[in-house]
C-alpha cells in the first residue's frame, strides 16, 4: 500500500518496553529507501508541538536521538522489508504521546529534525505509559 503506516503502541508499565514498526513503500524513485524520522505528540496540549524523537538515513549509518531518549530508544532498519522500527526501553509517563513516523528524501548528510523536511506521514499510534 502507497503510504506510511506505523503500529505497536500500546499501554505498558513505566519502565517497560515497546517496539514500533514503520512501513513506508520507497517514495523517491531515484533512491533505494527513504530518510525515516519518528516523532511523537500529546493531543490536545494547546502549543505543543510534534516532536522531534530520531531519524535514520537510508543506509541506517546515521542515527540521532533527541537527548530525552537517548540511551532508552534504538531507532533501526530492515530495507529489505521496507521497515524501520524504534525500539523503546526503560518507557516513562512522560513518553506518553501519539508516535508518528514520516519519510524524507535522502539528503546530502544526516537525517533531519524538522518535521516540515519530512512528505509523508503515518496516521500515528499511541504509547501509553502508566501504571
Do not use: H
Not at 533501526?76 to 524524507?104: F, G
Amino acid at each position: 500500500q502507497w503510504q506510511v503506516v506505523e503500529s505497536g503502541g500500546d499501554l505498558v508499565q513505566p519502565g517497560g518496553s515497546l517496539r514500533l514498526s514503520c512501513a513506508a513503500p520507497r517514495f523517491y524513485e531515484d533512491y533505494n529507501a527513504n530518510v525515516i524520522g519518528w516523532f511523537r505528540q500529546v493531543p490536545g496540549v494547546p502549543g505543543k508541538e510534534r516532536e522531534w524523537i530520531s531519524c535514520i538515513t537510508t543506509n541506517g549509518g546515521i542515527t540521532q536521538y533527541t537527548d530525552s531518549v537517548k540511551g532508552r530508544f534504538t531507532i533501526s532498519r530492515d530495507n529489505a522489508k521496507d521497515t524501520v522500527y524504534l525500539q523503546m526501553n526503560s518507557l516513562k509517563p512522560e513518553d506518553t504521546a501519539v508516535y508518528y513516523c514520516a519519510a524524507a528524501p535522502p539528503r546530502n548528510y544526516g537525517c533531519s529534525k524538522t518535521a516540515r523536511e519530512y512528505q509523508y506521514w503515518g496516521q500515528g499510534t499511541q504509547v501509553t505509559v502508566s501504571s
